[in-house]
């Protein structure tokens, strides 16, 4: 049975408490719910902004692809994946992902998953401007690492 | 034909988004890049760098892809999301 999936791509704050409950509602029979939240580090307190971008029809199909790959891996009931774009600051989150399933261990290691592949495999940019400058995001030798450790 | 530039790509372009002439011939992605980079040498190696990675209307495809059918082609850089 196809995992049940929901995906959105917005350039509006993401209610995280609105997104929790809401999963955690529609997966109150299930044996295992994980949350993950990604947020915008402080790393320049008080100065720092974060500009995502993506190329959004693409990154959607991406992002549908992982979920029909993580439900082939692991037995999943439900995936919710929430990316921002635009303008963030610190502790502005940047991205939701809710798995549920009836144990424990498929809804951890496809949350992880879904995580690996969105840091590096799906059609978003972070130019991150502070005092110091600005610059584009680029992906870490850990971040390919992360997504290779899958194969 | 659209052409699509992101991240440090699209501020080297100087564009989000530009057009190509349907009676062009152009037939691969990269020889779209060529044309597209216009003699910018430093927006040419962006494009064709081996990190860069190519779509044909929202689905991915390789430099040596034909454009035959393209309506949309987009330049993308290393991502970075999550």
């Keep these: 049975m196809a995992v049940a999936s929901k995906i959105a791509i917005s350039d509006a704050n993401l209610n995280i408490d609105e997104l929790s409950g809401a999963f955690r509602r529609e997966n109150k029979f299930a044996g295992a719910v994980v949350i993950f939240v990604g947020n915008v580090r402080d790393d320049h307190p008080g100065d720092l902004t974060l500009t995502l971008e993506c190329y959004e029809p693409l990154a959607l199909d991406c992002i549908n ?7 082939s891996r692991w037995d999943l009931l439900s ?3 929430h990316h921002r774009t635009g303008k963030l600051v610190p502790g502005d989150e940047i991205v939701f ?22 840091k590096s495999d799906a059609p978003f940019w972070k130019k991150q401007t ?12 850990v971040d390919y690492q992360d997504k290779k450790s899958w194969n | 034909m659209r052409v699509l530039f992101f991240g440090n790509l699209r501020e080297l372009a100087g564009t989000a988004e530009t057009s190509v002439p349907a009676d062009i011939e152009i037939t691969t992605v990269q ?23 190519a779509a044909i209307n929202a689905k991915f495809a390789d430099f040596s892809s034909s454009l035959n059918g393209a309506d949309e082609v987009a ?4 991502f970075s999301g999550g």
């Design chain 2, 75 to 78: 330049f993308m850089p290393p």
């Design chain 1, 65 to 71: 692809m992982f979920i029909r790959e993580a439900s």
């Design chain 2, 31 to 53: 020889e779209l890049a060529e044309y597209v980079a216009n003699g910018k040498s430093e927006l040419q190696a962006a494009l064709c760098a081996e990190t860069t990675k």
């Design chain 1, 130 to 141: 502070s005092c110091a400058g600005s610059h584009w995001v680029m992906p870490r030798a």
């Design chain 1, 79 to 81: 995936i919710t994946i």
């Design chain 1, 97 to 118: 992902v809710g798995v549920a399933s009836a144990h424990r261990r498929d809804a951890l290691f496809a949350a992880q998953f879904l995580m690996d592949y969105l």
